[in-house]
């Protein structure tokens, strides 16, 4: 039975056993690779990177071809986490490839907490040898970490075939892997509670915990906008327009916005929300990365809205 299944894998996939002779490796069954839930999964990860990806006009077609060189988790690990390594930013050999891989790889382990190897569902061979398997577990676990609010796809499992070649013959399994966790299940409930944003579960505690939190993000703002002569007394209505949030980002973030970029005075919806938009670029653009907020309910007085873009600055620049 278990070489019947080697032998039907191996005729679909065209796998060369003597390529991993003495190895372990896994592979997804070929219907799986099929099931519209991975292919879901596959594109809200694409989706995910050339979101996050975009100020640096890195475009990502396919998981498989466009991230074993190492170019794209660079990049990523710059952007989510603020990390800047010392190595090149385009490696065209084998040799180049592998080395930068194994750096930004060894410097996500220790951000993803992963210090037990067992843990680890990727390495630098597998990356660079284009495994899907590996590179999803990689992209899940890294959007767990660095952006929890991003909706992905829910339950994905794949059927893999575990081979094993030695001297004296071949050794399969298939085992059911999960790629994502059942939401609906009590133990990722909690976990789904971890990732909630904290401004939403401050939401739902009572109105005096609110208050206390307003009145020190104000406190904040007030203290950063003082040198320009400005004072915020309603968090909602005066970031509406626009202008003081992109007031406050260039006091924060050290950079003058050209007045011909926005409306100073703005006067109808239309420029309202250009001015906005044009914040939570330039929010996207210093690695602040606050996907589950529309610029229209900032515009519209949402306050839940209006605390994640404040408090994404309080929370980067309180301790400096």
């Not at 190492?70 to 990390?83: F, I």
């Amino acid at each position: 039975m278990e070489a019947d299944i080697f032998e039907y894998h191996k005729e679909e996939c065209s796998v060369d056993t003597e390529s991993f002779q003495g190895e372990r490796r896994k592979l997804i069954q070929p219907t799986s690779l099929k099931d519209p839930k991975l292919e879901k999964l596959k594109e809200a990860l694409v989706d995910w990177i050339n979101g996050t990806l975009k100020p640096e006009h890195i475009v990502v077609q396919s998981l498989e071809e466009d991230l074993y060189d190492g170019l794209v988790l660079h990049h990523l690990l710059s952007r989510l986490a603020n990390v800047h390594l010392p190595v090149e930013d385009i490696a065209l050999t084998i040799a180049a490839q592998t080395h930068k891989l194994e750096i930004v790889l060894e410097e996500l382990d220790k951000r993803l907490g992963l210090q037990d190897s067992s843990q680890i569902k990727w390495n630098t061979k597998l990356i660079h040898n284009k495994d899907l398997l590996a590179t999803v577990h990689l992209l899940v676990a890294m959007a767990r970490r660095f952006q929890r609010e991003l909706d992905l796809p829910s339950n994905v499992k794949v059927e893999v075939v575990t081979v094993e070649v030695s001297s004296s013959g071949i050794k399969s399994t298939v085992q059911t892997e999960v790629l994502t966790e059942d939401n609906n299940t009590g133990s990722d409930s909690s976990s789904s509670t971890e990732r909630e944003d904290p401004i939403e579960q401050l939401l739902k505690l009572e109105a005096h915990k609110v208050n206390t939190v307003k009145k020190a993000i104000l406190h904040f703002v007030n203290q950063n906008m003082s040198t320009v002569g400005l004072q915020v007394t309603d968090m909602d209505k005066q970031f509406a327009d626009g202008v003081i949030l992109l007031l406050l980002i260039g006091q924060l973030e050290g950079f003058f916005i050209p007045l011909c970029e926005f409306s100073l005075t703005p006067v109808n919806h239309s420029e309202m929300l250009h001015n906005v938009t044009l914040a939570l670029d330039l929010l996207n653009d210093v690695g602040l990365h606050l996907s589950s907020v529309n610029p229209q309910d900032i515009v519209s007085q949402d306050v839940a809205a209006t605390m994640k873009v404040l408090y994404a600055l309080f929370k980067k620049h309180k301790e400096k």
